[in-house]
């Protein structure tokens, strides 16, 4: 998206929240939007929180999708609040090593270990680092307070297995053909084309009696180039057509390409199947443990709101939801 259209739609979109605090004729500063407990968001406090996030948006939702993003946004938002709330009454804190070793960790999975690198990173993300580390303590004490309401999760591997029947679709494997190439240069001229060929067949013909297919190679001065497992659908379709009929072990009919004569060895056709639950397991556990993570957390939220006193100003997020679709 243009810089331009972002600029409009940030502006536009400011024009907008500041308008859903007007009442009565006049406007109300700090109109509050919603309350937990005794913490409260302003309207201006989601402004700045819509702001910041759609700035790490590319491209900026727009109508209809901008509606549900602000929407989402707002969900979190009193989902973050609530869990705040539980973290004080639990005592939960986060110090300071904890969150440098997570934005330490940030900047090698990046490779942003030069301290040059890193604030080049940090104002083209137009955020600083006093305001990444706030971020980072946030999310940690939201992760600590959840982790600390919730029970592990024992996953079976009759379960996983289970799962795997039930998704095996997901890990299916197309055919595949497990190829090599044999490329024998021609001279520009083309002069030495047929003798090349010549080369090429009898090369083929003794492996094809028994000879070492490498040794050969090293004899005539070429390579045998390792292509590895391509899909069948991916092969260009002369490619495809040249090894119609080829057993596995086989070769190709020498074809004249540009600037030389290929040979194809079928190393092995691969039938098309499905990854073996072995491969998986681990891939399958891991998403097992995830969504049985999110569900809990679910869980815990919504036992807050019963907990807790939650109030939101329908009236206002209404409007600001309904002006941001226009958008």
Not at 17 to 45: G, H, K, M, P, Q
Not at 140 to 145: A, F, K, M
Not at 191 to 209: C, F, I, K, S, T
Not at 270 to 281: D, N, T
Request: hydrophobic share 45%; proline share 3%.
């Amino acid at each position: 998206m243009r810089a331009d259209k972002v600029t409009t739609i940030a502006v536009a979109l400011a024009a907008v929240l500041t308008a859903a605090a007007v009442r009565a004729e006049r406007v109300v500063l700090e109109t509050i939007l919603v309350r937990v407990n005794d913490s409260i968001v302003t309207v201006e406090d989601f402004k700045v929180r819509l702001r910041q996030e759609l700035s790490q948006v590319n491209p900026v939702p727009q109508g209809s999708d901008l509606r549900d993003f602000t929407k989402g946004l707002f969900d979190n938002m009193v989902d973050e609040m609530l869990l705040v709330e539980r973290a004080e009454d639990r005592r939960i804190q986060v110090d300071d090593d904890a969150v440098t070793a997570a934005i330490d960790n940030l900047r090698e999975q990046n490779d942003l270990l030069d301290d040059s690198a890193w604030r080049a990173a940090l104002e083209a993300s137009g955020m600083t680092e006093e305001a990444l580390r706030a971020r980072y303590r946030r999310t940690i004490l939201l992760s600590r307070t959840v982790q600390s309401e919730i029970r592990p999760t024992e996953i079976t591997e009759e379960e996983v297995r289970i799962k795997y029947e039930q998704e095996k679709a997901l890990y299916k494997v197309p055919a595949k053909v497990e190829i090599e190439q044999l490329f024998f240069p021609i001279a520009e001229n083309g002069a030495d084309r047929d003798e090349v060929l010549r080369v090429a067949r009898g090369l083929v013909a003794r492996v094809g009696n028994g000879s070492d297919l490498r040794a050969e190679a090293t004899l005539a001065g070429i390579e045998v180039q390792q292509l590895g497992a391509i899909p069948l659908a991916d092969l260009r379709s002369d490619l495809r057509q040249a090894l119609d009929g080829v057993p596995d072990g086989g070769f190709t009919e020498p074809m004249v390409t540009a600037g030389g004569v290929q040979v194809i060895h079928l190393v092995a056709n691969i039938p098309e199947g499905f990854q073996s639950f072995e491969e998986v397991e681990e891939d399958i556990r891991r998403r097992m443990a995830a969504s049985s993570y999110q569900e809990q957390s679910r869980e815990l939220v919504e036992k807050l709101k019963d907990e807790y006193l939650v109030e939101i100003d329908q009236r206002q997020l209404d409007h600001i939801l309904a002006m941001v679709e226009t958008l």
